[in-house]
């Protein structure tokens, strides 16, 4: 599933990611697209066990890629 969280004002994307978290099913991965680095995200996903790659794009975006971890 890929979430384009761009154009959005803060707190939305860290709420829209949330929430599609909560639908994935294991094994599922998560790709959002940001406007900016998402540091306050990243803090949460730790937290809440889930590991992650971010890669920052040409145009300056940033692109997460989110899944469970495992066990």
């Known amino acids: 599933m890929i979430l384009d969280n761009r154009g959005l004002?803060?707190?939305q994307?860290?709420?829209r990611t949330l929430a599609a978290l909560e639908e994935l099913d294991?094994?599922?991965t998560l790709v959002i697209i940001n406007d900016r680095?998402?540091?306050f995200l990243f803090e949460q996903l730790d937290e809440l066990g889930y590991l992650y790659l971010t890669e920052q794009q040409e145009d300056g975006s940033y692109r997460v890629t989110i899944s469970k971890r495992a066990g």
């Open 9 to 11: 004002e803060p707190p």
């Open 13 to 15: 994307p860290m709420m």
């Open 26 to 28: 294991d094994g599922q």
């Open 37 to 39: 680095r998402p540091m």
